[in-house]
């Protein structure tokens, strides 16, 4: 499915549940210059309308995809919606810890941390245990009853490659 044209809610349903990605790309240009309006006459910066629209699409596909939820109230709605209740929750708790100056960096992997609860359950998992937890491809061979620590380095490049892809997809 191409996404060229408008497409009604049930039909971008239907394609979050196929997991076709380019769902995330249509509803993001769909809602981009909604969400950029109102973050921006609020105070925002551009990085604010990437983070919160991507947070908003990202909450919305984990919702129709593990609860097998029919809204009841247009996409667009439930997205505007979600971005004006955490943008202003993350304004305040900026406010809040205003001394936290966050680097480039952290910052990077605040924005990643969402784009990363898209995953499956195994790649999250593999991905935390292998860069958050220091695991070697050995023991998650072990842990997972793989034949060779190979077959463990597939699947953390497989998992990795799931993650960039939702990055550039959202990101481009």
């Given at each position: ?18 997991l ?27 990085t ?15 919702k ?8 009841d109230?247009p996409l ?5 919606t979600s ?6 929750k ?5 406010t ?14 605040h924005?990643?941390?969402h784009?990363?609860e ?15 937890e220091?695991?070697d ?5 072990e842990k ?12 953390i490049?497989?998992a ?13």
């Amino acid at each position: 499915m191409l996404f060229k044209q408008s497409y009604t809610d049930n039909i971008i349903i239907e394609q979050i549940r196929t997991l076709n990605k380019e769902a995330l790309s249509y509803l993001y240009e769909q809602n981009f210059i909604t969400v950029h309006n109102y973050i921006s006459s609020h105070g925002g910066a551009d990085t604010d309308v990437l983070e919160e629209l991507s947070g908003a699409i990202i909450r919305l596909w984990q919702k129709i995809n593990k609860e097998n939820y029919i809204p009841d109230v247009p996409l667009e709605k439930l997205i505007f919606t979600s971005v004006r209740e955490n943008f202003h929750k993350h304004r305040l708790d900026k406010t809040t810890r205003h001394d936290e100056e966050l680097t480039a960096d952290e910052e990077l992997k605040h924005r990643v941390m969402h784009l990363y609860e898209v995953l499956d359950k195994q790649s999250k998992e593999l991905l935390h245990l292998h860069y958050f937890e220091g695991w070697d491809a050995k023991r998650i061979a072990e842990k997972y009853r793989l034949k060779t620590p190979g077959e463990a380095e597939d699947l953390i490049i497989a998992a990795r490659q799931k993650l960039e892809q939702i990055v550039k997809i959202i990101i481009t």
